[in-house]
């Protein structure tokens, strides 16, 4: 009887382990499949779509773009580098210049890393990831934000980013940004926080 249930037990773990041996072969064979299936296929969408970032159609290793009225400058714009996307009428800057010009021959320079032209609209956006982006108005104010967008069709500088401005013994501190740079108006949209600060 001992014998007995020795040979099945035997006979059984034979066919278990043929089983097993089977389902082996057929995991290898399915994943060679899949493998070789990937490997067949075109890439996805995902990292084409992130090529197409370096697809420009011309790239330029100066660009310089002005803005005029009549026979007066009213802005412009130089980068270093620029890539330029005719689809989407988007020039892609980098190390960025802007310059806004007065009536009466005064400048207001404004410096980015980066920046976005759009050519149709001539709207851009400067951005910093370090230090922050400084307008220095003639009137004597600072105005520090990371990010500064322009808006030609209202000649308005605007930001959603938080904002500081420094001078005249002031500092005032807060989230966004309204402006027109020629009668130096500004107006920090929210969380305002003015503070008093030495001369010195």
Not at 40 to 68: H, M, R, V, W, Y
Not at 70 to 99: C, I, M, N, P, S
Not at 146 to 175: D, F, K, M, Y
């Amino acid at each position: 009887m001992i014998l007995c249930m020795e040979n099945h037990s035997n006979m059984w773990e034979i066919i278990a382990r043929r089983a097993l041996l089977s389902l082996s072969v057929l995991l290898t064979m399915f994943l060679g499949y899949l493998l070789f299936r990937n490997a067949a296929s075109p890439p996805s969408s995902g990292p084409s779509s992130f090529n197409t970032i370096d697809e420009a159609d011309a790239k330029l290793g100066e660009f310089t773009f002005t803005q005029s009225k009549g026979e007066a400058v009213e802005w412009q714009v130089r980068a270093k580098q620029a890539r330029l996307f005719d689809q989407e009428k988007r020039a892609v800057l980098h190390e960025v210049v802007l310059t806004f010009y007065g009536e009466s021959g005064d400048e207001v320079t404004v410096q980015g890393e980066e920046g976005t032209f759009n050519t149709a609209t001539k709207d851009f956006v400067l951005a910093n990831h370090e230090s922050p982006i400084v307008v220095q108005t003639k009137s004597g104010y600072t105005i520090y934000t990371n990010r500064l967008e322009w808006v030609e069709a209202v000649r308005e500088i605007r930001t959603s980013a938080p904002v500081r401005i420094v001078g005249h013994g002031l500092e005032v501190r807060g989230q966004g940004l309204m402006g027109r740079i020629p009668s130096e108006e500004f107006e920090i949209l929210q969380d305002v926080h003015v503070d008093l600060v030495s001369a010195s």
